[in-house]
């Protein structure tokens, strides 16, 4: 049974993900947006994969910093994704069609990623940290293989 | 006052006959005879270790339709769009109605270094026999005997779908004249011999130029801009170009190319994930370490 407000709720994360943007002014504005949570994810990692290959030492409060910049800057992760948003006449996106065509699968990669992205900030520790952090990538290429339409 | 006179539509008629046997006789194919394959003990792990570098699973994993069957299976039919329509890779387990169960050793060297299939039809180059061509013939059967190593699957794959096949399958056989390149792999004395095995491995069964390397006007590929980055082969977007890797500061050198090829995302690499790379990826990370290295290093030295 399908419950009218569970109907509703759907509706409303569907909404959420494709629906006409909530926070953004534009499909631009939201292309721009995701490019600076993609960026900041990448400056990121430039901090934590060092201490995963060994050549930085465990630092629980620079990782903590790193994975607080990465979250802020990916917060509105929900809203990135409005239909005017699929393609630009003024920047260039790699966002691939299937986040449109599949959204399910979409939302479900992204879910992984915060799922692994959680459970990172979540360590207390040195091994913890490093027994966590190819979930992390995984999410990461998770959306890479099929929502990053190639170059 | 007759503006075309009968000789000239008889002359016209003879010229559009000799047209066709022209076009007859130049897209013949040319198979290999049994009594051209060398006497070969297969050796089965070798042939595994091509069967991953070649990503052969990639194209050739079962299609949706296909129950019960592991993705790892080779039984194809998982469609393969491309610009010239949807393709159903074959199946290539042993089974002997729909596999290559009744296949010789000549018939599958024959697909895999001459673009024929079994009753001599020009195969359609989405399948790299223009690399696989390169390859040592021993090679060739010990991926043979590999895929004889599987349970056989019964999976008819569907027809391709290919607007005009059969007059573009006779095409290829004049196309095959620009397109294809059949000299053997050599190797080069002035290189260490991981480099020339990192050659060897890219430049065959790796088949890495399909994609990484632009087309001619005739869609072959352009060996003068070796590996320079190609059009993506499902048409849409572009292949990045593999030379001036560390140059370019895409990696840091040979051994950081190791460690994105082993891990990918999982230690931070990122840059092979997207267009199929994730894939091919996967496939490179199951070879031995003595491989991935060569690799590395015949493509880190790309200037």
């Not at chain 2, 070969?40 to 050739?60: Q, V």
Request: hydrophobic share 40%.
């Amino acid at each position: 049974m399908i419950s009218k407000l569970s109907l509703g709720l759907m509706a409303t994360a569907v909404t959420l993900v494709l629906g006409s943007s909530i926070s953004f002014a534009s499909g631009d504005d939201a292309i721009k947006a995701r490019q600076a949570c993609m960026k900041a994810n990448g400056a990121g990692m430039g901090v934590l994969v060092p201490i995963i290959k060994g050549g930085k030492p465990y630092d629980a409060a620079v990782i903590s910093a790193a994975l607080d910049t990465m979250g802020k800057a990916c917060a509105d992760w929900a809203n990135f994704w409005p239909a005017d948003s699929m393609k630009s006449t003024t920047l260039k996106t790699r966002a691939g069609e299937a986040i449109w065509s599949d959204p399910k699968a979409f939302e479900a990669a992204g879910g992984a990623y915060y799922t692994a992205f959680t459970a990172l900030k979540a360590t207390k520790d040195e091994a913890g940290f490093k027994a966590a952090f190819g979930d992390l990538g995984k999410g990461c290429g998770g959306c890479h293989e099929k929502f990053r339409a190639p170059e | 006052m007759k503006l075309i006179s009968k000789s000239t539509i008889g002359g016209l008629a003879l010229f559009a006959a000799l047209g066709l046997v022209f076009f007859w006789m130049a897209s013949a194919p040319h198979p290999l005879n049994a009594a051209d394959i060398p006497e070969h003990t297969a050796n089965i792990d070798n042939g595994k270790l091509l069967y991953n570098i070649g990503g052969c699973i990639s194209c050739h994993a079962p299609g949706p339709d296909v129950k019960n069957v592991a993705a790892d299976i080779p039984a194809g039919g998982k469609p393969f769009i491309t610009p010239i329509g949807i393709l159903y890779p074959p199946n290539l387990t042993p089974d002997r109605d729909t596999g290559l169960g009744y296949w010789t050793e000549v018939d599958f060297v024959n697909a895999m270094q001459k673009g024929l299939g079994p009753s001599d039809e020009h195969l359609i180059p989405a399948f790299p026999y223009t690399s696989y061509a390169h390859m040592k013939i021993g090679d060739i059967l010990d991926i043979k005997a590999y895929l004889a190593s599987f349970a056989a699957v019964k999976n008819a794959t569907k027809p391709h779908e290919v607007l005009f096949q059969p007059i573009v399958r006779r095409g290829l056989g004049l196309w095959k004249w620009v397109g294809f390149d059949e000299t053997k792999w050599q190797p080069d004395a002035a290189q260490t011999a991981s480099w020339n095995r990192g050659s060897y491995l890219v430049n065959g069964p790796g088949h890495c130029s399909e994609c990484h390397t632009p087309r001619t006007l005739f869609m072959s590929s352009d060996t003068a801009r070796m590996f320079q980055g190609g059009p993506h082969p499902e048409g849409k977007g572009k292949v990045p170009s593999l030379r001036g890797l560390v140059e370019r500061e895409r990696y840091k050198d040979a051994a950081d190319l190791v460690l994105a090829f082993q891990n990918g995302e999982e230690l931070g690499y990122d840059k092979m994930s997207s267009g199929g790379m994730g894939e091919v990826r996967k496939n490179i990370a199951l070879l031995p370490d003595d491989d991935v290295k060569a690799i590395a290093e015949f493509v880190s030295n790309l200037k």
